[in-house]
């Protein structure tokens, strides 16, 4: 097994996974810490390194909230259950799982990218373990990057300072590690010209804008954006509905944070403690995000799928049925109602119908009726413009009947547990049928990330259930459901809404 290997900046050793057949690196860094002077900075070159460095621990995770302080929130109970975590502004470090015995087997890779709104996560996860995906004989890298105001933070000083690289540090340095496992991947029995990048929810958000920034063309091949539309759509009325924040809007909040803060000045912000920071942050409300910076994004990603200016290359693209849904707050059909006529206008009457029907065929509530997965119709939002640039994707839903007392759904995130085949780690009762799922889940992911093409055999030998291509003239998806499907249906209240986004578009909005 490759235990031990080289980099462009020494030598590494890594240890034998919980499958001996795997070997894992721990912790490698990929540029220099970004702490001092290179706190809001683009991430500068990593310093090499003497001897041998023994990658056996995972690097610091990035700068956030204690996870897990409140043991009873939902993600707590989930997976961050360790409030004792270490944290470090020094965070810019990957891991690497392969199955390789030597360094010419040219595997193809995935780089890993994880979810948090920006605000929180880190890349070793228990629930982003490699060694399944591994085992299929492909490479798993899960890099950390900045968040939050360490990652987003934008100011008039900054983008003075270095005008090519203003803000969005945490874009960048998640372009800086997918060009250094470009560079090394190699060395670790990878091809640097078979990389898919994946991510999820803030993750995916991540992979829209590699996939649309001219900055990051190039420096992969395959994407899959699990669990992010992209599109903040204006009907119903939410918090998706506001346009991500422009490069003077970001600088004009960031002149007003480091005036809160007591300071004059970015030399004397970099000063700071960074857990001071952190708080701080939290207390003035920052929310720091990507920016369209005109640099890293040119536009927004909605405006850029829009205008059919992704990148194109081979793209998957889902979401979880439950996830973040929207609808109004009270229960009573009057109140309904009236909730439609603010959303829908003179088309309200309609929207009731719709939701009556459902809810009669389906024995749910009205309110349940009426409610709408803000991700799924941003999912199909972003599906239609693809198709008609002719960028044609895999699309899949994810609704399996998720075990626990708390009776959760196929709530956002559920799917980590499947893609990764770490249901083991998870505390709710999975059993065998979940399992099934999970592996060919698993499979669909790496086979994908083999060719291009997620089809292919079960551990069996039998063949998996036929995923097609979502185009303009096939609107078919894979169902991942307690058993594995294809659908073209589109149900009569998502039809309804996707009639009225597209409309609101086609009159030259934007969003």
Not at 327 to 332: K, L, M, Q
Not at 435 to 462: E, H, Q
Request: aromatic share 14%.
């Amino acid at each position: 097994m490759l235990r031990e290997t080289i980099t462009e900046n020494g030598r590494v050793r890594g240890l034998t996974g919980t499958d001996a057949r795997i070997t894992v690196y721990k912790g490698i860094p990929y540029a220099a810490p970004p702490v001092g002077e290179n706190r809001w900075r683009a991430p500068q070159p990593c310093e090499n390194w003497e001897g041998v460095r023994e990658c056996f621990e995972f690097g610091p995770i990035n700068m956030q909230r204690t996870p897990g302080k409140n043991p009873d929130a939902f993600y707590s109970k989930e997976w961050h259950v360790d409030p004792e975590v270490p944290m470090s502004e020094d965070s810019l470090y990957l891991n690497i799982w392969t199955p390789a015995k030597s360094t010419d087997e040219n595997l193809p890779v995935m780089v890993w990218i994880f979810g948090g709104g920006f605000q929180e996560g880190y890349s070793w996860e228990m629930e982003f373990d490699g060694e399944r995906i591994a085992s299929r004989g492909v490479i798993l890298v899960s890099i950390g990057y900045r968040l939050n105001v360490f990652g987003f933070l934008s100011h008039p000083e900054l983008t003075a300072q270095d005008p090519e690289n203003p803000t969005n540090f945490g874009l960048l340095d998640q372009l800086a590690a997918i060009r250094w496992v470009g560079r090394n991947i190699q060395y670790f029995g990878g091809n640097p010209k078979n990389i898919t990048i994946f991510g999820q929810s803030a993750g995916g958000d991540g992979v829209y804008a590699h996939l649309c920034s001219p900055r990051s063309k190039g420096a992969f091949q395959k994407g899959i954006v699990e669990s992010n539309g992209g599109f903040r759509y204006p009907y119903p009325k939410n918090f998706l509905s506001v346009p991500r924040e422009t490069l003077n809007e970001a600088e004009a909040k960031g002149v007003r944070f480091l005036k809160w803060l007591g300071v004059s000045s970015i030399e004397e912000a970099r000063a700071l403690d960074a857990q001071y920071l952190e708080e701080k942050q939290a207390e003035f409300n920052l929310f720091a995000i990507p920016v369209v910076d005109g640099k890293f994004l040119l536009r927004d990603m909605p405006q850029t799928v829009l205008h059919g200016e992704m990148n194109d290359i081979p793209f998957m693209i889902g979401n979880t049925a439950d996830e973040f849904p929207v609808g109004p707050a009270g229960e009573s059909e009057a109140e309904i109602a009236a909730w439609a006529k603010e959303n829908f206008g003179d088309r309200a009457d309609e929207f009731m119908e719709i939701v009556r029907r459902e809810a009669a065929a389906e024995g749910k509530s009205l309110k349940a009726a009426a409610s709408i997965s803000s991700f799924e119709i941003g999912a199909q939002l972003a599906l239609h413009y693809m198709v008609k640039y002719g960028r044609d994707p895999y699309y899949y839903r994810f609704d399996p009947t998720v075990p626990g007392a708390d009776d959760p759904g196929a709530y956002h995130s559920c799917d980590l547990w499947f893609e990764f085949e770490t249901l083991m780690k998870c505390w709710r009762p999975f059993d065998g049928h979940h399992f099934d799922l999970s592996r060919k889940m698993c499979n669909y992911w790496t086979n994908f990330a083999k060719t291009g093409d997620p089809n292919g055999l079960d551990a069996d030998g039998t063949p998996m259930p036929k995923w097609e291509k979502y185009t303009k003239d096939s609107k078919t998806y894979l169902k991942f459901f307690d058993e594995i499907s294809v659908s073209g249906e589109v149900s009569e209240k998502l039809r309804f809404l996707l009639d009225l986004n597209l409309k609101f578009f086609e009159e030259g909005n934007v969003i």
